[in-house]
T-cell receptor, first 115, second 115 residues
Framework: AQSVSQHNHHVILSEAASLELGCNYSYGGTVNLFWYVQYPGQHLQLLLKYFSGDPLVKGIKGFEAEFIKSKFSFNLRKPSVQWSDTAEYFCAVNARLGNDYKLSFGAGTTVTVRA | NAGVTQTPKFQVLKTGQSMTLQCAQDMNHNSMYWYRQDPGMGLRLIYYSASEGTTDKGEVPNGYNVSRLNKREFSLRLESAAPSQTSVYFC??????????????FGPGTRLTVL
């Protein structure tokens, strides 16, 4: 079965620190990859996505992610976090299974940024 | 554009009661989805509708029914609510263009408590 693993359940860091959130998936075929963010009390918003091409993808708010096919990974990074980056982050992987697409989410990583 | 809207935002039910969660999108998307979000488990797909007139089970369909009323609206019904259905419910929509899967757009969520 297709699965998505996020390595960290809760990350706490100070402003200006660098952030890296791990994401690994189990599906071996062609995949589309996403990172979503959920700010407190809000709905999920797309941070960035990878379909094809350059494996280093830049998203909104200074986030980027690198797709490493050989490692089945799509890690999210931000060089210098701000207090406003406090949120829950979800990795999602979409893969074509027959005639359908199936989007699977990781369990999420809660990021707390201390001022 | 309002995007994806959901009603109600909050609901408290007693065990055995029924209710319908409403979802509408104004982006002319073909596909619509219902997820539940539980702590530490990410988002799990309950049902989806790839196009108007079709619905399919997702990962956790038991205890739920859905109706794709038209292209815009996709409702989720709990016939006999159980405490295990206490969760936050998100509706989402997306479009599929040829072989490219586009990201899903999420509604604000419905927080449901079953006593």
């Amino acid at each position: 079965a297709q699965s998505v693993s996020q390595h960290n359940h809760h990350v706490i860091l100070s402003e200006a620190a660098s952030l890296e959130l791990g994401c690994n998936y189990s599906y071996g075929g062609t995949v589309n990859l996403f990172w979503y963010v959920q700010y407190p009390g809000q709905h999920l918003q797309l941070l960035l996505k990878y379909f094809s091409g350059d494996p280093l993808v830049k998203g909104i708010k200074g986030f980027e992610a690198e797709f490493i096919k050989s490692k089945f990974s799509f890690n999210l990074r931000k060089p210098s976090v701000q207090w406003s980056d406090t949120a829950e982050y979800f990795c999602a992987v979409n893969a074509r299974l027959g005639n359908d697409y199936k989007l699977s989410f990781g369990a999420g990583t809660t990021v707390t940024v201390r001022a | 554009n309002a995007g994806v809207t959901q009603t109600p935002k909050f609901q408290v039910l007693k065990t055995g009661q029924s209710m319908t969660l409403q979802c509408a999108q104004d982006m002319n998307h073909n596909s619509m989805y219902w997820y539940r979000q539980d702590p530490g488990m990410g988002l799990r797909l309950i049902y989806y509708s790839a196009s108007e007139g079709t619905t399919d089970k997702g990962e956790v369909p038991n205890g739920y029914n859905v109706s794709r009323l038209n292209k815009r609206e996709f409702s989720l019904r709990l016939e006999s609510a159980a405490p295990s259905q206490t969760s936050v419910y998100f509706c989402a929509s997306s479009d599929i263009t040829r072989d490219v899967y586009n990201e899903q757009f999420f509604g604000p969520g419905t927080r449901l408590t079953v006593l």
